[in-house]
């Protein structure tokens, strides 16, 4: 028996769950970690279940299921994990914090020059862009108003790429 290694599969679009099902049916082990989205529709509140990475699953082979993974229909790539424990490590810890019911969501990598939108908070709505990082947590963003450039420090939590 063949040692068991960690893959990347990029789905094709809302694929995730399909390849998952496929997965164990073939005694395939495969990680989705998963958020709830809750939606409001006529005064019914409904919550999903959604993809944290949306086009990626997680998967532990072995050299010969490889292909048939590649091949499948719901796969467009299959990418090779290199650091196999440094991998593990961090998707156990992910896994652990959504098991704990703390609030994760995906945090895009916002950097210096990027264009972003304030999510919440007095200045909820304008776009600006990241002129320099502090840290994980704070940004300072400037805001252009009548050709003029005014720079206020936020928490990075409170943006979104624009």
Not at 75 to 96: G, H, P, W
């Amino acid at each position: 028996m063949s040692e068991l290694k960690w893959f990347v599969a990029h789905t094709k679009p809302r694929r995730e769950k399909k390849l998952v099902d496929y997965c164990q049916r073939q005694g395939i082990a495969a990680k989705l970690p998963c958020v709830d989205s809750v939606h409001k529709y006529r005064g019914k509140t409904v919550v999903f279940r959604k993809p944290l990475f949306p086009g990626y699953v997680f998967l532990q082979l072995e050299t010969g299921q490889r292909d048939s993974v590649r091949q499948n229909d719901h796969v467009a790539n299959l990418l090779e994990v290199f650091d196999q424990e440094s991998f593990y490590r961090q998707l156990q810890d992910i896994l652990l914090a959504l098991e704990s019911n703390l609030e994760v969501r995906l945090a895009p990598a916002i950097g210096e020059g990027m264009r972003v939108r304030i999510r919440s908070g007095p200045l909820q709505g304008l776009e600006g862009w990241v002129e320099q990082r502090y840290g994980r947590a704070t940004v300072l963003l400037r805001l252009d108003f009548i050709n003029q450039a005014a720079a206020v420090k936020l928490d990075a939590n409170m943006l979104d790429l624009a």
